[in-house]
C-alpha cells in the first residue's frame, strides 16, 4: 500500500482497522495458529483473539510480536512508523510526543522498538558497478561539551567510529565498529562488498591497504588535495556521512554511543527504501516478525555503565 499522511488519516482511524490491516499482513491466505497451524480458528471478539479448535491455543495478531502487550493505540504505532519512514533526517522521540500526545519514555520506548525491528533486517551485499567505503567519527565538539565533559583532546578523541559502504545508485552498509584498523576495516568490506564489483573506492587510509587482494582497489589522497581521480571519489558515502549528522544534530541532538547502532540502522533502512512505495507496509511486516523488546532489556546496558 502506498501510503501518504492523509490516507493513514483515513485508512487507520481507529484500532479495528488498523487491527485487521494487521491480520491481513500477517495472515494473507487466512488466519492460521502459529503453534500447530491449523486454520481451524474461532474469534474471541471481546478480547481481539483467536482460539485454535484443534489444539485450544489462544492468540493474536500482536502476540509474540514488537506490538505484544504495548498498551498504545495501534493507530498510534502506525502513526510512529509512518512518520520514522517518511521524515529523511528521522524524528526524535521529543516530536513524537507532541504530535501523538503521548509521554516522553513513551514515546522514547516507542521508537527504539521501531528502529529494533529495522535493526533486524538482513542488509544486502553491495554488488554494483562501483562501491565507495569511508570511514566517519559521530560525537560532539569538544567547544559544545559541558565542562565537566571535555577531556582537552581535540580529532577523533571521544568520539565513536562508524564504517559504510555504498553502492553508486543503490543500497549502502554502515555500521559502528570500536576502531579503524586493518582488521576492523577490511573485515567489514569484505563481508559487505562482493568481490564481482568493479571498483572499490576508498581514501587512502591505512586499514584499506589490503583491500587490492580480491578487489579492484582505487585510492583518492584527499591529504595530497585529491578528491575526484576519474571514477575514483568516496562523493557519495560522504553525502550519507552528511545526512546521517545532520539528523543526529538536528533532529536528535544528542545520540548516546549504546543507542547508535540503532540510530545508523535506521538511516540505512531508510536510505536503502527510498524508492520503495511500500515502505510503510514493509515496516509494519518487520513489527509482526519481530520479537518482543521489553523495557528492561532495553535500558539494562545503560543499568550496568551507571552501576
Known sequence: MDMNLLKLARTFDSDNRCRQYLEELQWPDGVKCPKCGSKKISRIEKRNQYDCDSCRYQFSVTAGTMLH??????????????LMCESKKGMSAMQIKRTLSVGYKTAWYLCHRIRAAI????????????VEVDETYVGGKEANKHKSQRHGKTGTFGKTAVIGAIERGGAVRAKVVQNTDTLTLDSFVR??????????????HAGYRLLGKGYNHGVVAHGKGEYVVGAIHTNTIESFWSLLKRGIVGSYHKVSKEHLPAYVSEFEFRFN???????????LKRLLSTEPLPFEKLTSRHKKAAA
Open 119 to 130: 535493526q533486524a533486517v538482513e542488509a544486502p551485499q553491495l554488488n554494483g558497478y562501483a
Open 69 to 82: 502487550d504495548s498498551h498504545l493505540p495501534l493507530w498510534k504505532w502506525f502513526a510512529a512508523v509512518y
Open 191 to 204: 563481508e559487505a562488498v562482493s568481490q564481482r564489483v568493479t571498483l572499490v573506492a576508498t581514501d587512502e
Open 273 to 283: 527504501n527510498r524508492k520503495n512505495p511500500y515502505l510503510f507496509r514493509d515496516t
